[in-house]
């Protein structure tokens, strides 16, 4: 595993200095605009396959070269893309096999870009020459810190050269058609195939609803886009065998969902580094700047657990992108926050899609660090210059690890494909990643730090183990749990979990025995509401709101927690706890409000006593405490995502680092303002 | 007519064992549960072409015929289905040609179901072998009690099979190209057909907006897959001239609407028994249970209006299904209360999909009598079980009548489909059968027995024939109408009618002069209005609200009953009677209010003697009270839709069946409860 | 430039006697009714291709000639229109070439209407041919007014021809492929063209996202349209010179938007005489008549100023249409309002879609002046008599010109669409049309003319030059409203202006210097808001609301007329003013409400003295009085747009046309009233 050569924060971002080769003076100000913005890092060549190769094998270097020695002269780093996420017209022109196929199996025309097929030899065989090349001709220059494959792999092709992979993988993974059979349970509407040429990938024009089909079809695009990717790396690890490799990962914008398309644990085992993109929607009209923050906390924290080790925030918008539906301006203070924030949870960089706007085309108004206005008086462009001074002053963070957590919430690649596509329930109510964030938000709101972790994680290290609408769950999982609550571990498992297995074929003979002697009990009926429709639970004296799911419980061994107060199942059993062996295994029958959470691990965390005593009180839960820490030293990030000005106490003296002051006592903290202190341990 | 050859009223549904051979406690299990819950018929075979016929001419009926000696020990029947809704793969990859081609020409590939061509010749050709070994074979088992030819027939294929098929019913209809040209109006855009190979059917790269072929292209594919189905059936017919035949029908989920796509009243002529398939959305969100109470009932009396005649409920559920919007729980008793409500409109079956629940696959989580639990202590098992005791207590009333219905409301396929596809009103308000049920409420709140017929049925048994929104009007019916209140009838008619003749060719000239005659008045305009506006009428002093729809009457020689008082047409007539020969015809001019119905209903209720003495009384419109009966008996079903207790006055002294206890007096009736009471006559 | 040789203000509409020649009491009755309602013109052959030429070579013009002699009897006139519209279905079975592929390349089937294919040369061929036949036979009839070409020109054909085609538009407009990267910046995701045919038309399976692509795409289609017009009159010009052609345009229905396809200033040179088809929805539940009337008002000031000179309108329903959602029937009194609304905005008809209504097919609903009825007792046809009889009295009013507008607003057809293109801001608000709408409801409601013009037009004749939302905008235009206002010219701009260059390329550098030195002032940001989020701008005491946008100023020599009270930016310029040369030049940085543009514009109003003494006042801003006039006479129309009656003092004595009486003093005006006075100058 390759570490990052550098011995700074990144700070800098996408450069396209292609788009201007014929504008010299405003080269010249991007170089000088990044000395003035405290900019070291600059990722180039992401989207250049046309302005270095032009026509088939004739190549223009001259202009990356230019990029390399400029940034090796102000002592930056260069972070070079390989070209495969758009390939040149005279490219798609030639070998029209490169372009996907959609899932109506109409072939696509040349354009936009992210459309390549992932399984045509030649396409393979193009970006492994292009990437040779790349790296006899940068692998030894001093300023190549990494390598940034393709960009934000997703999507699919349905061409026949992907149909033939994917029965390919199929044959690898059943061995013989009566097992897929068995496992697709394709007795049902005669489906069964006797030739493995009968199999089609979903289409709209055939199979949309066969889970056991669209599950492999899911895992099988996710293990063909990696395949793709290692094809890629093959030259670079060859000739390069020391420069790290990453690859730019996706969360969607409102709220902030890990890409769909994509097994990121198992993508995570291929890179160095993590590295993904992040464009959350601040200061928007439906949630608070807290929210927005929360959101933005947990998937760094899942990007972070990835590989449980630092990560790259990638992309970013200085200001604000061209995409959203409403594209605000980011509200002073903000641009700061957002960037330390990531720096809080664990990234080792803040850099920039774009250094400079284009001129024209598709993302000619996404934000960036130089606008087409051009000048270093623009807010933005302060903003920039401000992270960038503070970044400087954080670099001996660089490397401090982020906290160690004792919390860990479960997110199942698998589960997500498979309850997303369950044909139950109710569609518009599933939320998994939603139903994740709302048991995080505890947390979050108290400083406690959290893992998103995946089935094979190691729960060696936790004390708490939160696994939420668990519906695919494979028996070994059901083990592992057993096992961790026996050894002391406290589990938190909710409504709908343990309904089917790896295969999406449900379990038969009721819920399974190994959940069933976790919590002490069986699910017998879920119970999905209408959106107009609620429930109450009831613990103590406490009443709280119950939606979109409740399940009815049969206690055997639990102890209930709370129960419902309305209804045919009024009375039943809402929440449970059960003994195991050293640990405890809590049950949630259904969807609550966050009141109940927050009672609910309030009461867990005291009693596991996950609580730590604080060096620094905060006065509002909008405050975030976030640290990293090494052997010697605690980082405390101290974040404000309210729009008013609140107060910490700060117990021990302390260096704040941004002000470059001891502090203690009393403080204030401005609207989304942030302080980093430097706490000897 | 084949009569079914059963003594009790028919209880248990669709089952694939196919699905669970390699399970066979599971097999010997699902039986033994069948003895348990009082089930007495399985229907099979339905989507088992795969597993009877793996490859071509390799049959396996192994497990089929054990499905009949399982039932024939069990003293119960089997409904043998023919497999044509969902064709094995190697058939499909074998002869293309049966799978179907899109309205954009696009051929579909293998998967989900219902999807076969109905006109390729190889197609026909198969289902009619497979047919014939199934008579063959299973003609003369004992246990065989009817045939149930597919599964829910509908859709269309647009391949040049279907395309030539249609352009030979179309020369069949109008012999000559002037003739259709004429009929569909082709002078208009230049539309004429100078060739019969011109005639391409509606297609979003075509036309879509040519109201004539649009209406005959929905008659042709009601047509063939009429022809279709009486291809499946001449093997049966052939072999087993006993064995009584259906298919199911089907109409929508949340306004229990008919199925569009068929003329029901057309295809029923070549059933011997009407059965369907019932899937409403029990204690939704957006209407009380008594709203879907009566939704239910009325497309009851529709299915028994077909044939005039008992019908069965081929599929219904035990709990919920998985693909309304939000799969909600029943409530306890709401099992029973559903499925008494289908024999009290004169069902006699209770009959569901399915038996078990499968383990994977498209409809894996559709509720089941045995969930994939396998349990016999489920909510839903004991709800079953109950419906099975309650069956066999009613088992006397199995061939037993619905009441005689003297109120009928017409409902005319071809207006729905020339209705719906008229350029002209609202799209949003049209609503076809939503009117007719806004006119049945009030006979339903009054247990006033209602059919639902068509144009074709004949008038001489009712006293009322309510016609709303009679759009496409053929003038033979308008004879019909006026000869029947001449006779002594009440009609009732409203806006929007007779505007088309058959043809969808505007009446010209001014509204028919049949129906000026028989409603003493003539339409001259039609106000649509916008969904904020409304328009008020008073009849007396009392005031109801209009909405969506408002004619301008001008008043012959009708008496005015009603009047607008708002906007220019303020004054004018909303309502009025006309006396017509010994009969009466009444004509609403405006979309109202249920109160308004209401009002206007008891007056006619009153003055035509429909209101009969009671010999239950009721305290609630929520609770129904429907009536089979012989010459001997009436079988009163006491249905309280209601989730509050209500109480109901037993006049004379009866039996109540289910408790098997006589009655007389005040009695309570529980929530969501169902009382089944016999009175000798 | 041909002028219309009539004598009288044209009345009539759309007429289809070839769907009518089996009736022919029906075509008399026709002809009848005509005179009866004082119709004076009729438009035929719009789509009577197949009744003209059932098969190829074969000609049937009887029924034409027909109506010509008909209306030449009565002293009538005939719009002729090409039928270009529609062709037969023998056409497109021979030819298919000139049928439409989509935007996906799917070749469109013979169907509906509008859907040719502007490049084939076959269909090119085949319309000059028949459009010769055309001319010479009836190029000499004394009824023939005027060539109607085509109808309703629309949409954009995607096949090969059409894309050769395009390539060719670009070769002529760029010369070299460079010219081409450059302009559309396809350095920008590798999208660099090396050879000509590379380049694709946008579609959804290819680019739909490159702007420049984009924005020269709908311009091709523009021009190809022109083109293919051109085609179809060149016989025309040829074989009768003298006698005018137009060809109908289109606007949206609910907020009247000019059609979006094409750039009607470009169109209008080629044309002798602008006409135009308008749809409103009178009477709806989301705005009042009034806000309806200001809608129309300005794009019949629009129509008028394509050409600066009378228009026609050429399509008008006399009730309703059948294609709004909701098909709403005229209140009493809109028609007359609506028919002479046009003519007081510079119309010199009112003619309607249609004279009588089909008896089946796509539009059989539409609205007509002789309905299915066939009666001439409709309120429909006694409101078009009651207009032919205005219109008769009025016929001294033909030629007589709309005032001399000297306010003028900008409407930018390039900027329509780079703007609505463009990927920023937010897609649901910009609303470019409606913003216009925004600032000209002010001078309606005043009573003050204006002109909608292009870029292109000489701002000689104007005072006040108001130009909002100019996101593309050429620097010569810049270079142009800097002189206007410099000579004494008024210019109000406004947020999100200058942004791009006519090649939709950024403004590098910062806002372009002509822009700074015009409004003494920069743009430095422009903030987009999210729905539900509002500044407050305040202006002395007076505060208003901005939503949607709020751009932040930099004030160099500007005056600040109102500034933000909210938010970051508060207390910064929100409208400013700036002196230039004799004139000067007004900026709104925000969207404001309309009080802020009333008190806005009322002052400037003052300062520079548009607001003339009026010689008729009015009560109310919901009644509109718009003039023409002559060097004698000035014809003041008062349109009530009301429900409620209004009363109007009229200061000198004039003759009220209508009713032919001398006023002077108080009167009033009815609800959807009319008055038309003359004056003596």
Redesign the interface.
């Known amino acids: 595993m390759n570490r990052l050569n550098s011995t700074f924060l990144l700070h800098g971002g996408d450069y ?1 200095p ?2 201007w080769q ?1 504008y010299p003076a ?1 080269l010249d100000q991007d170089f000088k605009m990044m000395q003035e913005a405290h900019a070291n890092t600059v990722t180039v060549g992401m ?5 270095i190769e ?2 088939e094998g004739v190549y223009h270097f001259e202009w990356l070269d230019d990029v390399f020695d400029r940034m090796e002269k102000i002592g930056g780093k260069v972070i070079l893309a390989t ?1 495969s996420g ?5 490219l ?2 030639k070998y029209p096999e490169v372009l996907r196929t ?1 899932e ?1 199996g ?8 992210h459309n390549h097929c992932f399984t045509a030899p030649i396409y393979r065989e193009k970006v492994r020459e292009f990437n040779t090349l790349l790296a006899k001709r940068y692998g030894q220059r001093k300023g190549l810190l990494m390598w940034h494959i393709s960009n934000e792999y997703g999507g699919e092709c349905h061409c026949d050269l992907c149909q033939a992979a994917f029965r390919n993988w199929l044959k690898n993974k059943y061995g013989t058609l009566e097992a897929l059979n ?14 493995w ?2 199999i ?1 990938l979903p ?1 709209p ?8 089909l669209n599950l492999d079809w899911r895992r099988f695009v996710s293990d063909q886009t990696i395949n793709f990717y290692e094809n890629e790396i093959k030259p670079l690890r060859l000739i390069t065998p020391d420069v790290p490799i990453t690859t730019n990962f996706m969360s969607d914008t409102f709220d902030m969902v890990p890409f769909h398309g994509l097994d990121y644990y198992k993508f995570a085992k291929h890179l160095d580094v993590v590295s993904w993109d992040c464009y959350p929607a601040w200061n ?3 949630e608070t700047p807290a929210q927005t923050g929360m959101k933005v906390a947990m998937i760094d924290d899942y990007f972070r657990s990835l590989k449980q080790q630092d990560f790259l925030i990638m992309e970013s918008t200085p200001s ?1 992108v ?2 959203h ?5 980011k ?2 203070g903000v641009h700061q926050l957002a960037s330390l924030q990531h720096i809080a949870h664990g990234s080792d960089s803040n850099l920039y899609f774009q250094w400079r ?10 934000g960036a660090v130089i606008t ?4 270093n008086q ?2 933005v462009f302060k903003d920039v210059k401000q992270v960038g001074m503070d970044l400087t002053k954080l670099s001996e963070i660089k490397d401090v690890p982020y906290q160690c957590a004792e919390v860990a919430i479960v997110f199942d690649q698998s589960n997500m494909w498979a309850l997303n596509d ?8 599933k939320k998994y990643w939603q139903t994740l964030q709302q048991h995080y938000q505890y947390f979050w709101q108290h400083d406690i730090p959290v893992d998103i972790i995946s089935p094979e994680t190691d729960l060696a290290k936790y004390r708490l183990v939160i696994d939420p609408m668990h519906f695919l769950m494979a028996e070994k999982f059901m083990d592992k749990l057993a096992k961790f609550a026996s050894n002391g571990g406290t589990v938190v498992g909710t409504y709908i979990s343990g309904v089917v297995d790896e ?9 399974p025995t190994q959940l069933q002697q976790l919590y002490g009990l069986t699910v ?10 609620a429930n109450e639970i009831k613990a103590g004296d406490h009443g709280y709101r119950a939606t979109d799911y409740c399940e009815i419980l049969e206690v055997d061994t639990a102890e209930v927690l709370a129960s419902y107060t309305q ?2 199942y009024a009375g039943t059993a809402a929440a449970t706890n059960h003994p195991v062996g050293q640990g405890s295994a809590y049950f949630i029958a259904c969807r609550t409000d966050t009141d109940f959470l927050a009672d609910f691990y309030q009461k867990i965390v005291a009693d596991i006593g996950l609580n730590k005593q604080q060096s620094i009180i905060k006065d509002s839960s909008s405050v975030s405490i976030q640290i990293r820490e090494d052997k010697t030293n605690e980082y405390l990030f101290v974040l404000n995502f309210d729009s008013k000005q609140h107060e910490i106490l700060v117990n021990d003296p302390m260096i704040e680092l941004l002000s470059n002051q001891e502090q203690e006592g009393k403080s204030n903290i401005e609207p989304f303002g942030v302080k980093v202190y430097r706490r000897l341990k």
């Open positions: 396209n292609e788009q014929k405003i989207f250049s396959w046309s302005a032009p026509e070209p758009a390939r040149p017209a005279w798609a022109q959609n109506k109409e072939k696509l025309l040349f354009g936009e870009r068995d496992a697709w349970w394709t007795t049902f509407w005669s489906h069964c195939y006797t030739d040429s009968q089609h289409s024009l055939g199979d949309t609803s066969l889970q056991g928007n009209d439906f604000q061209n995409w539906p409403v594209n605000h301006a509200r002073p706007q284009s001129r024209g085309a598709s993302e000619m108004f996404h087409q206005n051009g000048s623009t807010r369950s044909q139950n329930y109710s569609m518009a109510t295969r999406d074929l449900a379990y038969i003979g009721g819920w017998k009926e879920t119970d999905t509401l209408y959106p107009q429709q209804d045919f």
